[in-house]
T-cell receptor, first 115, second 113 residues
Framework: AQSVAQPEDQVNVAEGNPLTVKCTYS??????LFWYVQYPNRGLQFLLK??????LVKGSYGFEAEFNKSQTSFHLKKPSALVSDSALYFC????FGAGSYQLTFGKGTKLSVIP | ETGVTQSPTHLIKTRGQQVTLRCSSQ?????VSWYQQALGQGPQFIFQ???????GRGNFPPRFSGLQFPNYSSELNVNALELDDSALYLC????????????FGQGTRLTVV
């Protein structure tokens, strides 16, 4: 079975500082990894994905993520945080070998960017 | 905003009743998945439909059922509602057989009283 862990329920960062939201995963085959963001009372918005290739993935709104196979991690990063980045962030994994497009999500990390 | 639309946006039902939620997938997407997001939790996979057949299911009881129509739109039906069914229900569309990401609708907030 596949699983995702987001060890931090909340991350606080000052505006302009770099931010990191952590994610580790477990799958039986090759992973497809995703980050989504959720604003209050809204659905999930896609940020970025890792399928194969370069371990550093660039996505929307200046976010990037680093895939580390040996540590089974896929941490989300941004060089300079904005107040508007404050939201709930979800890491998700899809097992490459799975028959269906089933995403397994972490519990989410609430990011608060302090002005 | 994605092209995935869900209706209604909010719904209040009484325990024991039945509910139907609807989803229109993004243009060109042939696969629809449904997720349940309880308060303070990540989304949990309910099931997926491809070519009008269920081809994947999470750990949900049979009273959760669905349909996919020839135009790829979908319905989620829940019978015998329980208080714990109160959640945000998310629909996601994707293109089967590709590595593209899934796009989510804004969700339906179901409250069971």
């Amino acid at each position: 079975a596949q699983s995702v862990a987001q060890p931090e329920d909340q991350v606080n960062v000052a505006e302009g500082n770099p931010l990191t939201v952590k994610c580790t995963y477990s799958v039986s085959g090759n992973p497809y990894l995703f980050w989504y963001v959720q604003y209050p009372n809204r659905g999930l918005q896609f940020l970025l994905k890792y399928i194969t290739g370069d371990n550093l993935v660039k996505g929307s709104y200046g976010f990037e993520a680093e895939f580390n196979k040996s540590q089974t991690s896929f941490h989300l990063k941004k060089p300079s945080a904005l107040v508007s980045d404050s939201a709930l962030y979800f890491c998700a994994v899809r097992d490459f070998g799975a028959g269906s497009y089933q995403l397994t999500f972490g519990k989410g990390t609430k990011l608060s960017v302090i002005p | 905003e994605t092209g995935v639309t869900q209706s209604p946006t909010h719904l209040i039902k009484t325990r024991g009743q039945q509910v139907t939620l609807r989803c229109s997938s993004q243009s060109g997407h042939n696969t629809v998945s449904w997720y349940q997001q309880a308060l303070g939790q990540g989304p949990q996979f309910i099931f997926q439909y491809y070519r009008e057949e269920e081809n994947g299911r999470g750990n949900f009881p049979p009273r959760f059922s669905g349909l996919q129509f020839p135009n790829y739109s979908s319905e989620l039906n829940v019978n015998a509602l329980e208080l714990d069914d109160s959640a945000l229900y998310l629909c996601a569309s994707s293109l089967e057989g590709t590595n593209t990401e899934a796009f989510f609708g804004q969700g339906t907030r179901l409250t069971v009283v």
